[in-house]
């Protein structure tokens, strides 16, 4: 009886120290959304303020990721046009040591992505969009592949204990679909394509060295690039220049957001 005596108060305090700490597991958790306009919903057409020049909206699948995890407190840092600097200047600071999730995706406008599609929208001769496709590879590869470790050095460091999923950008056409008789020739779609590629493989080897999951945007936008009966993308539109070439809603809602929640659940 002694012996039990002493046992019950020793068996309390183990049972009370477990408590505390699957209370303290417990904590809330934080997600913050770092990156461009792929990140805010650009080509969603629906934006929380339109004169807002980041144009984030409710339809990105950061906010869908965010809104099927109410318990969840969510920080939307993106903005569109950002750069790598940008994030690192402006975005990353928004990250704190109890951040729990990041997603980033940019790269893009590093590698001048932009001007590469108003080449090939404005140009006659084929050659024009593809030399300066490969001008934009090139970047990529040599100015873009650094610039991305280091952002991702700085996002670890601000968040040390966070899982970070590396967002990707999808190939943007369909070879041989049916775009009409306007458009881009699929010299150009080629291209284009293959500038996708290059940017996917530096970004996923440098979300590999730094230790960070990288969601591939080929595959989740696979059999719904432009030119295909259910594109997932935006194709040119005149009126909304700056809004083409980004995914539309169906691809936040039915692209984006699978492929970032089989990963976090």
């Not at 080509?43 to 699948?61: E, F, I, K, M, V």
């Not at 590869?141 to 968040?159: D, K």
């Not at 493989?201 to 590999?208: G, L, Q, S």
Request: aromatic letters at 8%; hydrophobic letters at 40%.
């Amino acid at each position: 009886m002694r012996a039990l005596r002493f046992l019950v108060p020793a068996l309390l305090t183990a049972v009370a120290a477990l408590g505390a700490t699957t209370v303290a597991h417990a904590a809330p958790a934080k997600y913050v959304a770092l990156g461009d306009s792929y990140a805010v919903g650009v080509g969603t057409w629906s934006y929380d303020n339109p004169s807002d020049s980041c144009r984030r909206g409710p339809l990105a699948y950061p906010r869908l990721w965010a809104a099927a995890h109410p318990s969840t407190t969510f920080v939307e840092a993106s903005c569109s046009g950002a750069r790598t600097a940008d994030v690192i200047n402006t975005q990353v600071p928004k990250l704190t040591a109890d951040t729990t999730l990041v997603t980033i995706q940019v790269g893009g406008n590093d590698a001048g992505f932009v001007d590469v599609l108003k080449q090939c929208i404005l140009t006659i001769d084929d050659k024009d969009c593809v030399n300066r496709v490969e001008q934009a590879k090139n970047i990529a590869r040599t100015t873009v592949s650094p610039a991305l470790a280091t952002t991702y050095a700085a996002v670890r460091q601000a968040a040390p204990s966070a899982k970070v999923v590396v967002i990707g950008y999808p190939r943007m056409y369909k070879i041989g679909g049916n775009c009409g008789i306007f458009g881009l020739s699929d010299t150009e779609r080629t291209a284009l394509n293959s500038a996708a590629d290059v940017i996917a493989e530096i970004t996923a080897v440098r979300a590999a060295d730094a230790g960070f999951t990288f969601l591939d945007g080929r595959t989740a936008f696979d059999g719904h690039g432009i030119c295909t009966p259910t594109p997932w993308l935006t194709s040119l539109e005149w009126s909304k220049l700056d809004e083409s070439y980004h995914p539309n809603t169906a691809g936040h809602r039915s692209g984006y957001l699978p492929a970032l929640t089989a990963i976090t659940g």
